[in-house]
T-cell receptor, first 112, second 110 residues
Framework: EDKVVQSPLSLVVHEGDTVTLNCSYEVTNFRSLLWYKQEKKAPTFLFMLTSSGIEKKSGRLSSILDKKELSSILNITATQTGDSAIYLCAVFSGGGADGLTFGKGTHLIIQP | NAGVTQTPKFRVLKTGQSMTLLCAQDMNHEYMYWYRQDPGMGLRLIHYSVGEGTTAKGEVPDGYNVSRLKKQNFLLGLESAAPSQTSVYFC?????????FGPGTRLTVT
């Protein structure tokens, strides 16, 4: 059974801090790992990491895939209150027909 | 291009009532999915479809049925709603690697 574990489950920091969110996975036939940001609505796509693209960056957000450790991290630098959200990690495996296996998410709260 | 849409956005049912949630996508995607999201549980796959006329069970299919009569639509049915089905339901459609989510339906069963 595919498994995705995120840590921490919740995190409270002050504006301007840097945070690192963790995701580890155990899946058959890994294809890609995705990060989503979820506020009070549907998840919105942040990054996709595959075996051929193990590091992505967009503004203050960056993510790295560690194929050896079967894990990924999502970094957010100079955090802002607008970064407060649930961050979801998910893994596509097999033929994609089974959908994504999601972790339970990290609830990030940025205090002013 | 509306992406993925869901109707209704909110619904309250009494135990034993039935309803259908509609998901529509205009991106010509083959794969479509229904998830439910509960506090502390993340998103869990209910049913999915790999093309028009096909459906398959996901992780938590009990109490739900689905149909994919047209490529752009994926329906989720609850024949006899139970309080345990109180949740937020998300539909998604996919390219090879990325999923696009609908806005969600918040369902409460009393």
């Amino acid at each position: 059974e595919d498994k995705v574990v995120q840590s921490p489950l919740s995190l409270v920091v002050h504006e301007g801090d840097t945070v690192t969110l963790n995701c580890s996975y155990e899946v058959t036939n890994f294809r890609s790992l995705l990060w989503y940001k979820q506020e009070k609505k549907a998840p919105t796509f942040l990054f996709m990491l595959t075996s051929s693209g193990i590091e992505k960056k967009s503004g203050r957000l960056s993510s790295i895939l560690d194929k050896k450790e079967l894990s990924s991290i999502l970094n957010i630098t100079a955090t802002q209150t607008g970064d407060s959200a649930i961050y979801l990690c998910a893994v596509f495996s097999g033929g994609g027909a089974d959908g994504l296996t999601f972790g339970k998410g990290t609830h990030l709260i940025i205090q002013p | 291009n509306a992406g993925v849409t869901q109707t209704p956005k909110f619904r309250v049912l009494k135990t034993g009532q039935s309803m259908t949630l509609l998901c529509a996508q205009d991106m010509n995607h083959e794969y479509m999915y229904w998830y439910r999201q509960d506090p502390g549980m993340g998103l869990r796959l209910i049913h999915y479809s790999v093309g028009e006329g096909t459906t398959a069970k996901g992780e938590v299919p009990d109490g739900y049925n689905v149909s994919r009569l047209k490529k752009q639509n994926f329906l989720l049915g609850l024949e006899s709603a139970a309080p345990s089905q109180t949740s937020v339901y998300f539909c998604a459609s996919t390219t090879a690697y990325e999923q696009y989510f609908g806005p969600g339906t918040r369902l409460t069963v009393t």
